[in-house]
């Protein structure tokens, strides 16, 4: 579904004067133009577009519409693994390869999560807010996993949810655990990585950088292969950055098995990163209860596991939860 359309009528300043017609409705209307889509634009009455530059005193009249306005639309032919659900709430179990939601600059493109969410809780379609991080393209969304990172994630059913939710993750209340499988051995069992994440100019991924944002990661080793030199690794968020474990066990020499993207080398079945969210806990928004949810190793990993044969140091657990980075009780 398309959302609504502005009309923009301006006068070219003098500071304006040679900018591309399509900077100048950006900047007008207010939308980034990765989201601007012009329907109409005329200067001084003669249809133009959005690679003409203007000068100075010409009138501009212009159609214009957000993308990140398109409501995302619902689809139940997806596959959607439902942990829990009550009235304020939605736990799923996502599968490697589902986007969360639609990128900002196409929000009505379908496979995502949300299309899944929308077919079977239509009424979270309205729990959007404004700001940076929350757009018609992810209603209910609070959280993200990475497309082929698989496993757990709490989404909004209420608007008391999505205020309470939206808190805790920003204050990363959230309690986030994740397994691993990396590749070679680490040198202590347990340890913290303290390091900024950002993006240097012109650079294609993420990575360490000093001006960039806090992002602290708890690990803890459960079990190691010798050949190839691989470790089985549970993670605890402190914080959640984009790509944070994959930057972060990169960082320090051990990117996530078949993250090609960060180092990680191509293993038999690993055909994406090795990564699964295995432990989610929050406060719930109705109850006020603190409330845990586990999710066991998916398919891919555990024969990935079983590839590599009986650690030699370790054993992989079941819930794959090391005492040493479980979450605190709350």
Same mark, same amino acid.
């Given at each position: 579904?398309?959302? +609504?359309?502005?009309?923009?009528? *301006?006068? /070219?300043?003098?500071?304006?004067?040679? $900018?591309?017609?399509?900077?100048?409705?950006?900047?007008? %209307?207010?939308? =980034?133009?990765?989201?601007?889509?012009?329907?109409?634009?005329?200067?001084?009455?003669?249809?133009?577009?959005?690679?003409?530059?203007?000068?100075?005193?010409?009138?501009?009249?212009?159609?214009?519409?957000?993308?990140?306005?398109?409501?995302?639309?619902?689809?139940?032919? $997806?596959?959607?693994?439902?942990?829990? /659900?009550?009235?304020?709430?939605?736990?799923?179990?996502?599968?490697?390869?589902?986007?969360?939601?639609?990128?900002?600059?196409?929000?009505?493109?379908?496979?995502?999560?949300?299309?899944? $969410?929308?077919?079977?809780?239509?009424?979270?379609?309205?729990?959007?807010?404004?700001?940076?991080?929350?757009?018609?393209?992810? =209603?209910?969304?609070? @959280?993200?996993?990475?497309?082929?990172? %698989?496993?757990? $994630?709490?989404?909004?059913?209420?608007?008391?949810?999505?205020?309470?939710?939206?808190?805790?993750?920003? %204050?990363?209340? *959230?309690?986030?655990?994740?397994?691993?499988?990396?590749?070679?051995?680490?040198?202590?069992?347990?340890?913290?990585?303290?390091?900024?994440?950002?993006?240097?100019?012109?650079?294609?991924?993420?990575?360490?950088?000093?001006?960039?944002?806090?992002?602290?990661?708890?690990?803890?080793?459960?079990?190691?292969?010798?050949?190839?030199? /691989?470790?089985? /690794?549970?993670?605890?968020?402190?914080?959640?950055?984009? @790509?944070?474990?994959?930057? @972060?066990?990169?960082?320090i020499g051990h990117p996530v098995l078949g993250d090609t993207a960060y180092g990680g080398r191509e293993t038999a079945g690993a055909e994406r990163q090795m990564l699964h969210a295995c432990h989610l806990g929050f406060t719930h928004?109705?109850?006020?209860?603190?409330?845990? *949810?586990?999710?066991?190793?998916?398919?891919?990993?555990?024969?990935?596991?079983?590839?590599?044969?009986? +650690?030699?140091?370790?054993?992989?657990?079941?819930?794959?939860?090391? +005492? %040493?980075?479980r979450p605190d009780n709350h």
């Amino acid at each position: 579904m398309s959302g +609504p359309s502005d009309n923009l009528q *301006f006068e /070219v300043t003098r500071d304006e004067a040679d $900018l591309r017609l399509d900077r100048l409705l950006a900047r007008h %209307s207010g939308i =980034p133009r990765a989201r601007l889509e012009v329907l109409a634009v005329r200067v001084d009455g003669v249809a133009a577009r959005g690679k003409d530059r203007v000068d100075c005193g010409c009138r501009v009249e212009a159609e214009v519409r957000d993308r990140a306005r398109d409501a995302p639309p619902a689809d139940a032919t $997806l596959e959607l693994d439902v942990v829990h /659900v009550d009235a304020d709430v939605i736990v799923v179990d996502k599968a490697a390869g589902m986007p969360v939601h639609a990128p900002r600059a196409a929000p009505t493109r379908g496979g995502t999560l949300v299309n899944a $969410l929308l077919a079977r809780y239509p009424e979270i379609a309205d729990l959007t807010a404004t700001g940076p991080d929350m757009a018609a393209e992810r =209603p209910g969304v609070v @959280h993200r996993i990475d497309r082929m990172t %698989s496993g757990l $994630l709490v989404v909004a059913r209420s608007a008391r949810a999505l205020s309470s939710l939206g808190d805790q993750a920003a %204050s990363h209340a *959230f309690d986030r655990v994740y397994a691993a499988l990396c590749g070679g051995h680490l040198t202590t069992e347990t340890g913290i990585i303290d390091a900024p994440i950002g993006r240097r100019a012109g650079a294609r991924h993420l990575g360490v950088e000093a001006g960039g944002r806090a992002a602290r990661s708890r690990y803890a080793v459960e079990a190691e292969w010798d050949r190839p030199a /691989v470790s089985a /690794v549970t993670v605890t968020l402190e914080t959640g950055r984009t @790509h944070q474990i994959r930057v @972060h066990m990169s960082a320090i020499g051990h990117p996530v098995l078949g993250d090609t993207a960060y180092g990680g080398r191509e293993t038999a079945g690993a055909e994406r990163q090795m990564l699964h969210a295995c432990h989610l806990g929050f406060t719930h928004p109705g109850s006020g209860a603190w409330v845990e *949810f586990d999710s066991a190793l998916p398919d891919d990993m555990r024969a990935v596991g079983e590839t590599l044969g009986p +650690p030699s140091r370790g054993s992989v657990p079941n819930d794959w939860l090391a +005492p %040493s980075v479980r979450p605190d009780n709350h």
